[in-house]
């Protein structure tokens, strides 16, 4: 999909956004809409995954709210447009994905996630022993969305059929990012990592 005909899509779903009520009663009865057709419960398996991946998404805004950097907030702009097409690929209903009219979480995403980790890695000195959560309020805050993200893997691995791969490694990727990105922010708060004393 060519740039201009992505963005007429995104213009035509904001008129339809602007034109809805954000109260619709049909999940009154627990089930919701599946894009592309069909309900199920909103215990569903699959609803609890694309559920987790909007929860990692406002992790990572309060992430973003703790005044990062410039350098990693700007990753985690894209990231968090990145998962909101990931989530929506899993409210789709399965074979209908591409009723999403949207490029699609693929290799060359993950292999971007790729390339922060790195840069952070290279700003942070060599990790000699585990850390725990913490540190300053802006690594804090990304260590929790590690943890989010690391149960939305685990819930998007459970999944039946199962769902591509693309979505797994994204997810997979992201957690060791968002793990970097804490230490980067330490790093920059001038803060040190919290180390696990073990016995202690």
């Not at 693309?166 to 980067?184: G, M, P, T």
Request: proline share 6%; charged share 30%.
């Amino acid at each position: 999909m060519d740039r201009a005909t992505t963005c007429a899509h995104r213009a035509q779903i904001r008129g339809k956004l602007a034109a809805m009520k954000i109260y619709t009663k049909t999940g009154d009865d627990g089930t919701t809409g599946l894009y592309g057709g069909g309900r199920t419960k909103k215990t569903d398996p699959r609803v609890a995954a694309y559920g987790t991946t909007d929860e990692l998404n406002s992790c990572i805004g309060v992430a973003r709210a703790t005044k990062l950097l410039a350098p990693i907030d700007e990753v985690l702009e894209r990231v968090q447009q990145d998962i909101f097409v990931l989530g929506s690929e899993l409210a789709c209903t399965v074979g209908k994905e591409d009723k999403l009219k949207m490029d699609l979480i693929s290799p060359a995403d993950a292999e971007r996630l790729e390339r922060a980790i790195d840069d952070a890695t290279e700003a942070v000195p060599p990790l000699k022993y585990f850390v725990l959560p913490g540190g300053s309020p802006q690594a804090a805050a990304l260590h929790v969305a590690r943890t989010v993200c690391r149960r939305a893997e685990r819930e998007v691995l459970s999944l039946e059929p199962p769902v591509r791969s693309e979505l797994v490694i994204y997810l997979n990727r992201l957690s060791d990012l968002l793990f970097s990105l804490a230490r980067r922010a330490n790093v920059d708060a001038g803060v040190e990592d919290v180390p696990w004393k073990p016995g202690s």
